[in-house]
């Protein structure tokens, strides 16, 4: 089969071996492949992310001198099963599948590892548990955006968002916009967007979006205070002043008021849910010094680097951070039905599609955000590029 292996950030055309299912798997003939930006940072800097991942026990992750077929985001046919498999659906049948898979006795991250090949390929290899039947009307290359949305999916659960919160957006790239289509999805009411690109704003707004701003021009913060979030220590003192001594005027004992109060949740400030998907250093304290007290603090963009914030900062403000990755297999599947059930467009997003031979020419292509958010591969394109 035709693949597109990397090795030392050099793309090759190679003709490997068709792929051979193990216990309780099957193969894909892939039908399209999402370029993730995880993809554009594994193919320079390989290494650190395998040194990252080696602490937290996954050893089995691509160097720079592996030889690697990336791709972790694809949709593909049923084509053979492996021993151990319950055979569920007829080959032909298209199916999404999780990018994790096990080999010489142990899983790994498909598309991140010489013993995992990713979608890079005519065909690639899935657990068959793994693997999640497109619903009948659902295009094939939106389909293929169920892993990139799931990630969007999962940060907003994780988010513990509600729907009356305030959601803010900071960074509209691949992910940021995901998790813009996974809030509006949820039906946040209120979803303020910020990011530099013109381009990236428009799909902001296409994505759901209620508020798009250009940070060097407008605060994304801006009008929080408006709409009710305490913005100011002072103003928080004030208002327990104000609360007590109108709790201690009544003749009833004020304790059982104020549990009462809080148990409504009235007591705690209105919380803004800051999703950060830049992943550069400074971010998460850039967001701490802006945002409203109380805020939560979602990360989901992979700053590689060291940082620093000022606890001493998030500590005055109460603020909760909490980090993010992946999803769950409820919440893939989940995905592929909201993307089915049209609750989220994801096809604002698509902006290109290429042959293998044009995989190279598309890495370079996504470095500008003006023209481009997701490619799709398609294996089968004879070469070409549009990008
Ligand atoms: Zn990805």
Redesign the pocket.
């Known amino acids: 089969m035709k693949a597109l292996t990397v090795q030392n950030g050099v793309f090759e055309l190679a003709d490997l071996p068709a792929p051979k299912p193990g216990r309780g798997q099957v193969v894909l003939e892939v039908l399209r492949c999402?370029i993730?930006?995880?993809?554009l940072h594994a193919r320079h800097h390989a290494d650190q992310l395998a040194d990252d991942a080696a602490l937290v026990g996954v050893l089995s992750m691509m160097r720079a001198d592996h030889k690697v077929v990336m791709g972790?985001?694809f949709i593909g046919e049923i084509a053979e099963y492996g021993k151990g498999t319950r055979k569920r659906w007829k080959p032909g049948t298209r199916v999404v599948a999780m990018p994790i898979r096990r080999n010489e006795g142990l899983a790994h991250p498909t598309g991140f590892s010489e013993l995992a090949p990713g979608a890079y390929a005519e065909q690639v290899v899935a657990e068959e548990s793994m693997c999640f039947t497109v619903p009948n009307g659902l295009s094939t290359e939106e389909a293929a955006l169920t892993?990139?949305m799931a990630?969007g999916w999962h940060a907003v659960r994780r988010s513990g968002v509600g729907k009356g919160d305030t959601a803010i957006v900071i960074g509209c790239g691949p992910i940021g916009l995901a998790v813009i289509g996974m809030l509006k999805a949820k039906g946040v009411r209120h979803i303020v967007a910020s990011d530099f690109s013109p381009a990236r704003r428009a799909l902001a707004e296409k994505m759901g979006a209620h508020v798009v701003v250009h940070p060097g021009e407008t605060s994304p913060y801006d009008d929080l205070e408006d709409r009710g979030h305490l913005v100011s220590g002072e103003a928080l003192f004030d208002l327990g002043i104000s609360a007590m001594s109108l709790m201690r005027r009544s003749p009833l004992p004020w304790e059982p008021m104020f549990r009462a109060a809080e148990l409504a949740g009235q007591v705690d400030a209105k919380s803004a849910v800051i999703f950060e998907c830049v992943g550069v250093p400074g971010m998460i304290d850039n967001i701490i010094a802006a945002a409203p007290l109380r805020s939560r603090v979602i990360v989901v963009g992979v700053c590689m680097d060291f940082d620093k914030f000022r606890p001493s900062l998030a500590i005055n403000k109460e603020i909760d951070i909490r980090f993010v990755l992946g999803y769950l297999p409820i919440e893939f599947r989940d995905t592929l039905h909201m993307l089915a059930d049209g609750k989220v467009d994801v096809r604002p997003l698509i902006t290109g599609t290429v042959g293998l031979g044009g995989v190279d020419a598309a890495f370079t292509a996504l470095g500008s955000p003006e023209r481009h958010a997701k490619i799709l591969i398609d294996p089968k394109q004879v070469g070409g590029t549009d990008v």
């Open positions: 999402g993730c930006g995880s993809d972790h985001e892993e990139p990630v």
